[in-house]
């Protein structure tokens, strides 16, 4: 039997033993030391007792990342309530009926999610919180009120002179299967689902990361979160991992646009990058292929005896792409493209690809760079195991399943499909279709969901078509559907490399009729597709930029 440690004793002993370190900055904005979020953490828990919320209820959060965000989410579990992180690019709607499913008492809201919600569609909420100074914006108790307005004075009554490492004591969970958040998926395929998260699971997450990083990454080195801290793939490896190792986390609170993310990467140099393959592949193609790919380099990197000088180069320029004091590039969250993984790969770059899930908090498969083999996501992570159920795992693709500290409890208040994801031996269905080579390293092939079947009943995996489309010329990004027996790939074209090159719409056209040539001359003959249709918009995607297939599929006729 496992033994597993406290977790919230894990955020004391980081803040007790970083006391000085710096914590948390709001990038080009102010800086929390250690210490100042003990002390922030400490009135907001003062602020929970004083009005009211016990051991056990949902404090919902939704706003975009900052260092208030987090102080509050820490603040919240360990004081031993149950944290509700909700992404905010949800619409009103959706956060209204997660603070109303998870039964929030009260609920923690940013500058811009403020604005849109509807307090009256959220009657059971005692109050909401302005995150960017923990005003309140609701509150329909008087002992909520009363607590907030007499909150710095109640502050200096319990701390007369100073607030010291020894007055942090925080709750200890009573047991490891204790519940520590909630986390809603976003999901391709629809509605959310509520993934209850324990205490074993968070725990798992950050010892995982520990285990294969801790080598690696020390207290004061700089990291950048760029994903979503309410997706739990942002929030185990850009906060919580990085918070309990005395790490100095910067927060994009804007919109993480490629400049942006490109300019904070060369000023913080963050010692890890966690990254979806979106971002990765934009960089890459705007910033280093352009030039690479001409007639001069094509020669070098096909002269033997520079070869090797040229790619190291090449690597050197796009290590400093990202800063130039990465230990390695995590990529996760949906599949990397195989160009860019060809390209990356070839100049000996540190970069390795994961795989997760929400239900997992996430891991579920990781490797180091060095290890790593390319076109996979890794191996079982530490702690984990994977299986994938098929009779030659090697070669016919099965669902992947796994098993370990990092599975979810189940859905909340949805007990028929928990049963359907976890099955009596405890192992977690992801519904996720890979092989696995003899090593152990695991390949995804796609969404069961996602399968399509051709005329003669063969398996097509969408995402495979996808991955070779979107390296062609003037492709953005595609989704590719079926209708009747045939395939379609809806394309969104890089509009601003055609306005560049001064290209018409009827070039556009021209050119995606030569893709598809080019496409089908490699494709098996049930995987062609028989027409490529321009999309104007990018497709809508979830916080984790995988795009909402189910938008995209043909109405069904009955």
Same mark, same amino acid.
């Given at each position: ?5 406290? $977790? ?34 400490? %009135? ?43 992404? =905010? ?71 007369? %002179? ?85 790490? =100095? ?20 140099? @963050? ?50 792409? $990202? ?46 760079? =060095? ?19 098929? @009779? ?20 909340? %208040? ?139 599929? @043909? %109405?069904?006729?009955?």
């Amino acid at each position: 039997m496992e033994q597993y440690q406290s $977790f919230n004793a894990l955020i004391e002993k980081s803040i007790i033993d970083h006391w000085d370190l710096d914590a948390l900055t709001d990038y080009k904005g102010k800086t929390l030391q250690y210490h100042d979020v003990a002390r922030k953490i400490e %009135k907001l828990h003062i602020l929970f007792e004083n009005s009211g919320v016990q051991k056990g209820d949902k404090i919902a959060l939704c706003g975009r990342n900052s260092s208030n965000w987090a102080v509050a989410f820490l603040a919240t579990l360990t004081y031993g309530a149950i944290a509700v992180p909700i992404l =905010h690019e949800f619409m009103p709607d959706q956060v209204h009926n997660i603070v109303n499913h998870s039964d929030a008492k009260l609920l923690f809201a940013g500058d811009v999610v403020s604005t849109v919600i509807d307090a009256t569609k959220m009657p059971a909420l005692e109050g909401i919180i302005y995150i960017p100074d923990y005003s309140l914006l609701v509150s329909r108790t008087d002992k909520l009120t009363y607590a907030r307005e007499h909150l710095n004075e109640m502050f200096g009554q319990k701390y007369p %002179k100073y607030f010291r490492a020894e007055h942090v004591n925080y709750y200890k969970e009573q047991s490891a299967e204790e519940m520590a958040l909630i986390n809603y998926t976003s999901g391709t395929t629809g509605f959310s689902k509520g993934v209850m998260i324990p205490y074993r699971a968070m725990w798992s997450n950050a010892d995982f990361a520990d285990h294969v990083l801790g080598k690696d990454i020390h207290p004061g080195d700089h990291v950048i979160s760029i994903l979503p801290m309410a997706h739990m793939y942002g929030m185990a490896f850009e906060f919580v991992y990085e918070f309990l190792s005395g790490c =100095h986390i910067y927060y994009l609170t804007r919109i993480p646009s490629p400049a942006i993310i490109a300019q904070a990467f060369a000023d913080v140099k @963050p010692r890890i990058i966690i990254a979806v393959p979106l971002i990765i592949e934009k960089i890459i193609r705007k910033k280093v292929f352009p030039k690479i790919q001409n007639n001069r380099m094509r020669l070098l990197l096909n002269m033997p005896v520079i070869n090797k000088k040229v790619r190291e180069k090449i690597c050197e320029q796009v290590y400093e792409a $990202f800063g130039g004091n990465a230990y390695e590039i995590i990529i996760g969250g949906a599949a990397l493209n195989q160009e860019v993984e060809a390209f990356l790969k070839r100049i000996d770059f540190p970069y390795t690809v994961g795989y997760g899930a929400t239900e997992c908090a996430p891991i579920i498969c990781y490797r180091d760079w =060095h290890t790593f083999v390319q076109g996979s996501c890794g191996q079982a992570a530490y702690h984990q195991e994977v299986k994938v159920l098929s @009779p030659d795992p090697a070669n016919v693709p099965g669902e992947i399943i796994t098993r370990g500290p990092n599975v979810m409890l189940g859905y909340y %208040k949805n007990e028929e499909a928990t049963a359907e994801t976890i099955d009596k031996d405890g192992w977690y269905h992801t519904g996720d279709l890979g092989l696995m080579d003899n090593g152990g390293n695991v390949f995804i092939k796609g969404r069961s969901k996602n399968m399509l079947l051709g005329s003669n009943g063969q398996n097509i995996y969408p995402e495979e078509i996808e991955d070779k489309l979107n390296s062609l010329p003037m492709v953005m990004e595609s989704v590719v559907i079926q209708e009747g027996e045939k395939l379609v790939a809806l394309v969104h074209p890089d509009y601003d490399e055609a306005k560049s090159l001064g290209l018409t719409t009827a070039d556009i056209s021209s050119i995606m009729e030569q893709n598809k040539i080019q496409l089908n001359e490699v494709m098996p003959h049930y995987s062609k597709i028989t027409d490529i249709r321009l999309h104007e918009e990018e497709f809508e995607k979830t916080p984790k930029k995988s795009i909402k297939r189910f938008l995209y599929q @043909p %109405k069904m006729l009955f």
